[in-house]
């Protein structure tokens, strides 16, 4: 053992990261170690607050020595989250099984799992390469042999990842699901959609990197009336038809929190002009990304409806061909100008890489500098307001001496774009150490797990 497996185990020193916390809770599932696994997230729930309630079982792009998870790795996993479930503080919990080696037979396991634990509100399923049914598990030639000779005359058909998918969705009571990264085939697609039209309880969806054509992009959207979305990811190649359609949700939606457009597409060229002029009325969007385009636009029109946004908090426009004119449009609505109001409440805009080499390197790299400028004087006066509402929380007695209130944290996460160390830093700046023992709330009480073995 190496690395945070190591340091838990043998230190018992808790993950950092997400990526670690991870690792950590694969190698417990792999070595089917429900003890340590339960010992780890009662830790974190006790550091993080509801934060910890999210079982982290996803493998990173970048891969790790733990390795991806697989169908017989998800067999014990159920089995530990119908035993430790019933142990935890009330409370919905998150997982995340994105990057594994799972398949459409070994989600069916999951489908029991969630009608038996209805407090699993989230799932991400994003980043599973088996479901595809390009990349499925191909049988060795003993096996197939093997079935051709013992099989019936009539073999059931396997099990399509459009139903699979779909029964999840049916059978548990799930809020969030995301499927980002899994080119499916035009029949699970459409399955799919047809599930999640019929689920009338998830608010937040995503399907970046699935080839959604226009007229899915047109169905989702259209859901907004009776679901309320608060999460789309809806990355694809935009067509002129796509585009309007989610700029008339931008205009209508009253909840819709975060819109995520990146896609890996090649020469996918998105106006955001009318993108933009939606958000002139919109009071609830705080995330929007269109990486991976090709930006162009009106930059006045930009300019004029960021100066006017009091909600946008992060604008994300990496690995985008990015004009000119819409680069000096950002500083102007940033800049501190006579006659005019900057923005101050977007404290993250991510911009492409320039290459050294590139016509107007030096220009571009100078309004870089400026947006870094502007963006960083947004983040200090928003830490200042912040400090200042945790430290009247902190003197209404309502707050742990070590944590945030989960009311405050999750509006600081909110703006912080979950960024763990941020908070835990803003957490240490506002301590109490001096309030009463019994102005401390403490965490609600978990019932008493096994030790972890030896």
Not at 15 to 20: G, K, L, T
Not at 144 to 151: M, N, Y
Not at 217 to 246: F, M, P, Y
Request: with cysteine.
């Amino acid at each position: 053992m190496t690395g945070p497996v190591a340091a838990f185990f043998r230190h018992w020193q808790l993950p950092a990261s997400r990526d670690e916390v991870s690792q950590v809770m694969r190698c417990c599932i792999r070595n089917k170690d429900g003890d340590g696994a339960a010992r780890l997230v009662k830790a974190l729930f006790e550091r993080d607050g509801d934060a910890g309630l999210t079982l982290r079982l996803g493998y990173p792009a970048s891969g790790d020595e733990q390795g991806p998870l697989a169908d017989d790795d998800l067999k014990f996993l159920v089995r530990w989250i119908n035993e430790w479930m019933p142990k935890t503080p009330g409370g919905p919990v998150a997982l995340d099984l994105s990057g594994n080696d799972l398949t459409a037979k070994g989600l069916t396991r999951l489908c029991a799992c969630l009608r038996v634990n209805p407090r699993v509100r989230a799932l991400d399923l994003s980043r599973n390469r088996f479901l595809t049914p390009a990349l499925s598990r191909q049988d060795t030639a003993s096996k197939a042999l093997r079935r051709k000779l013992t099989s019936p005359r009539c073999p059931r058909a396997p099990l399509r990842t459009g139903d699979a998918i779909g029964e999840l969705l049916t059978s548990g009571h799930l809020r969030r699901l995301w499927l980002n990264g899994i080119p499916f085939a035009r029949e699970d697609r459409e399955l799919i959609i047809r599930a999640v039209v019929d689920k009338r309880t998830l608010c937040a969806l995503g399907m970046s990197g699935c080839a959604l054509s226009e007229a899915d992009i047109k169905i989702l959207v259209q859901q907004n009336g009776s679901k309320g979305w608060r999460h789309l990811a809806l990355g694809a190649k935009l067509t002129q038809g796509a585009l309007q359609s989610i700029t008339a949700l931008l205009r209508t939606s009253k909840t819709l929190v975060t819109l995520d457009l990146e896609t890996t597409e090649p020469y996918s060229l998105l106006t955001v002009t009318e993108l933009f002029r939606a958000l002139d009325g919109n009071h609830s969007l705080k995330h929007l990304s269109v990486a991976g385009h090709s930006l162009r636009g009106n930059g006045a029109a930009v300019t004029e409806v960021l100066r006017k946004n009091t909600c946008l908090r992060r604008l994300d426009m990496s690995g985008s061909d990015i004009s000119m004119e819409l680069l000096e449009a950002l500083v102007r609505a940033l800049s501190r100008q006579e006659g005019f109001k900057p923005n101050d409440t977007l404290t993250t805009l991510i911009l492409p890489e320039f290459a050294p080499g590139a016509v107007d390197h030096d220009k571009t790299e100078l309004i870089k500098a400026k947006i870094s400028f502007a963006i960083s004087r947004n983040r200090a006066s928003l830490f200042e307001r912040l400090q200042a509402n945790a430290l009247t929380v902190f003197a209404a007695g309502r707050s742990s001496a070590c944590t945030l209130p989960p009311e405050l944290r999750s509006r600081i996460v909110g703006y912080l774009q979950d960024d763990e160390r941020a908070l835990r830093s803003l957490a240490n700046q506002v301590r109490k150490p001096d309030l009463a023992p019994e102005a401390r709330a403490t965490p609600k009480t978990w019932q008493e797990a096994r030790s972890p073995r030896s």
